[in-house]
């Protein structure tokens, strides 16, 4: 069995590394003290997309506060399928043999079964469909979690999985990671159901260094993988998506 790693790891490092700090030098200077280089600081736990003008433009739309609902859904889709498409290339393989229609051995591979998704509702159902648009059978799960009113600690309040989900890769989607309070609390109830933490890969569009650095820290063998790393973070994304801001 092989493990996919992410594309060009070496290069996009360093180039998404720049992008950072190139984004964070043009912040308040308060912003910019949080976290200068982001990304070599996490190590290789946290991987950014490869930036490039398609995502840029649509992170930029996804900002913008005068887009359009209809707009700003057509976008986020399409961040959530580059994002899916690539958090997929990070499940293991094994390699294959197969016959095309003229009788020719093809050298190729396959994903190893094993695989599920786990949405953290709200905004993490928004991500559902773009990972059924990728793998057609998927299994997903959903766990539900709100600050506690008196605490404003995060609580679950719901949580349904594959019943095997301790044998399975799981794919945990949420958009946007600020505090990362809430990620912590899920990905905590899924060590609780049996799952380790490196079987876990999250799936995120934007990132604070704050919330990227909790979950790492409190979860070093977890993998996040987001396109953006940005003191703020578009937090009315589930608000716009779904139509109820």
């Excluded at 736990?45 to 700003?72: A, C, M, V, Y």
């Amino acid at each position: 069995m092989k493990q996919v790693r992410f594309a060009n790891s070496s290069s996009s490092s360093s180039s998404s590394s720049s992008s950072v700090s190139a984004v964070l030098s043009n912040s308040d200077p308060a912003d910019a003290s949080i976290q200068p280089d982001s990304q070599d600081n996490l190590g290789p736990q946290l991987k950014l997309l490869p930036l490039n003008d398609q995502i840029r433009e649509l992170q930029t739309i996804i900002r913008d506060k005068t887009t359009s609902r209809g707009d700003f859904v057509f976008c986020a889709d399409r961040l959530i399928r580059l994002v899916v498409e690539e958090g997929l290339n990070q499940l293991p393989y094994s390699e294959c043999t197969v016959t095309t229609p003229t009788g020719y051995k093809y050298e190729g591979v396959k994903f190893e079964r094993g695989n599920c998704g786990v949405s953290i509702m709200r905004s993490g159902e928004a991500m559902e469909q773009g990972l059924r648009d990728c793998c057609r059978s998927i299994r997903i799960g959903k766990i539900l979690i709100q600050s506690d009113e008196e605490t404003q600690k995060a609580k679950v309040y719901y949580a349904k999985f594959p019943p095997d989900v301790y044998r399975r890769k799981v794919l945990l989607m949420y958009p946007i990671l600020s505090t990362g309070n809430t990620v912590i609390e899920a990905v905590r109830v899924l060590i609780e159901h049996g799952v380790q933490p490196r079987h876990i890969i999250l799936l995120s569009l934007f990132s604070t260094p704050h919330g990227a650095k909790s979950i790492i820290q409190e979860f070093p063998d977890i993998t996040i993988l987001t396109t953006e790393v940005h003191p703020v973070a578009p937090t009315h994304f589930g608000q716009r998506y779904f139509g109820t801001d």
